[in-house]
């Protein structure tokens, strides 16, 4: 199986920064799309940054010159930093991937969500 394991959320004051972590483990023969997304209460999940494997990345208008994804491909770990924080920023950050298993000798592509850390933007 595959484990998407996230970190690094917490209580920020305005204008703080963030470094979130999400590292993937298991049974994996290759990673695609890594991203970032965030949902508060009564609202729809939202995307907030992405990175493909080549290196191309998509953000949120609203994070855009405040948040930069980045990964690292030997530990199977993406990365979101978060500069000048707003309260508006603060929801429960998902990591997301799109991972290529070896099942029953198959290759297929599967989708998996980590289980979320809160960030709180708050004085």
């Known amino acids: 199986q595959v484990q998407l394991v996230e970190s690094g959320g917490g209580l920020v004051q305005p204008g703080g920064s963030l470094r979130l972590s999400c590292a993937a483990s298991g049974n994996i023969f290759s990673i695609g799309v890594m991203g970032w997304y965030r949902q508060v209460p009564g609202k729809q999940r939202e995307l907030v940054a992405a990175l493909t494997s080549g290196g191309s990345t998509n953000y949120a208008d609203s994070v855009k010159g405040r948040v930069t994804i980045s990964r690292d491909n030997a530990k199977n770990t993406v990365y979101l930093q978060m500069n000048s924080l707003y309260p508006e920023d603060t929801a429960v950050y998902y990591c997301?991937?799109?991972?290529?298993?070896?099942?029953?000798?198959?290759?297929?592509?599967?989708?998996?969500w980590g289980q979320g850390t809160q960030v709180t933007v708050s004085s």
């Open positions: 997301n991937a799109e991972i290529d298993r070896i099942v029953a000798g198959l290759r297929g592509t599967y989708n998996y």
